[in-house]
């Protein structure tokens, strides 16, 4: 599974950008999909997730209500939809990909596959 992400860019604070992961392999309605970000100087933090049916959602307390988590199996794609963002969401952004995506894991190690991040900076 390879994946790319997109859709990072500078926004201001209050405002919304939406992240897009496009992944290549034949099993990606089998996969569960997360969003993980890092800020300079900081661990690798889980943002989202959600099973490979998109039946379930899992996301962090500080983005709950701000931030949706979307899948679309017959583009392979996952999305991840930021609104009203803070200067503390400002990270390089990560989408990643587990086999056997039947639930959420909000730790990185469970996640096999990964892309190549794209940054976002919320300015204040």
């Known amino acids: 599974v390879q994946l790319q992400a997109s859709g990072g860019g500078t926004v201001e604070a209050g405002g919304s950008l939406k992240l897009s992961c496009t992944a290549s392999?034949?099993?990606?309605?089998?996969?569960?999909m997360a969003w993980f970000r890092q800020a300079p100087g900081l661990e690798r933090e889980f943002v989202a997730g959600?099973?490979?049916?998109?039946?379930?959602?899992d996301y962090r307390d500080s983005v709950k209500g701000r931030f949706t988590i979307a899948r679309d199996n017959s583009k392979s794609m996952v999305f991840l939809q930021m609104n009203s963002l803070k200067p503390e969401d400002t990270a390089v952004y990560y989408c990643?990909?587990?086999?056997?995506?039947?639930?959420?894991?909000?730790?990185?190690?469970?996640?096999?596959?990964w892309g190549q991040g794209t940054l976002v900076t919320v300015s204040s």
């Open positions: 990643a990909a587990r086999l056997g995506g039947s639930m959420v894991y909000g730790t990185a190690r469970y996640y096999a596959y």
């Open positions: 392999g034949p099993t990606f309605s089998r996969i569960g």
């Open positions: 959600i099973t490979w049916t998109g039946g379930s959602t």
